[in-house]
């Protein structure tokens, strides 16, 4: 890790597999001038609840982070769903040094999320005109969606329906 902020860079990456046909892992990483962090959680299918939490999360400034095991194991049994940021926050805690792990760990529960959203995405008609409002209608139902990634990010084709319905 580099001293010089002046020479910065960084790079984040989440990705989610299928460990088996009950279980995703979704890992999340973070590496920049000061940072090296990885996030990976187990999820069980079909509830989606959380059976595992590892990683490690270490700063140029931050020591605290070092030790991360009684943070994880607070997570295990949290279900992967609507207001999972408010539970995530309230069992890690919104200290400083821990506000980067809690995002990484949302980040890895969006993955799982949209992992599993492709299957509906497949299935959208081939006309533009009926595909614009299949997706306007997908964010409607799944608010999660709206903003979470490039796809569906704000001022997109694939929510222009959602965002005229809703200014």
Do not use: Q
């Not at 999360?57 to 095991?69: K, V």
């Not at 609507?82 to 040094?97: D, F, R, S, T």
């Amino acid at each position: 890790m580099s001293n010089n902020i002046l020479d910065f860079s960084m790079n984040r990456c989440t990705s989610v597999r299928a460990i088996d046909t009950t279980r995703l892992k979704s890992e999340c990483t973070l590496r920049d001038s000061f940072t090296d962090a990885r996030v990976e959680i187990i999820v069980a299918m079909p509830d989606l609840t959380i059976s595992s939490v590892t990683g490690h999360f270490h700063h140029a400034w931050l020591r605290e982070s070092d030790t991360l095991g009684p943070v994880f194991d607070k997570l295990v049994d949290v279900r992967v769903g609507p207001g999972m940021l408010k539970i995530i926050k309230g069992l890690v805690g919104e200290a400083e040094h821990l506000k980067e792990l809690t995002y990484m760990v949302e980040e890895c529960c969006h993955g799982v999320i949209l992992s599993l959203t492709k299957k509906v995405l497949l299935k959208a008609p081939d006309d533009e005109a009926a595909k614009a409002d299949f997706y306007s209608n997908m964010v409607m139902e799944s608010i999660r969606l709206y903003d979470r990634c490039a796809a569906f990010a704000k001022g997109t084709p694939l929510v222009e329906g959602y965002e005229r319905r809703n200014p």
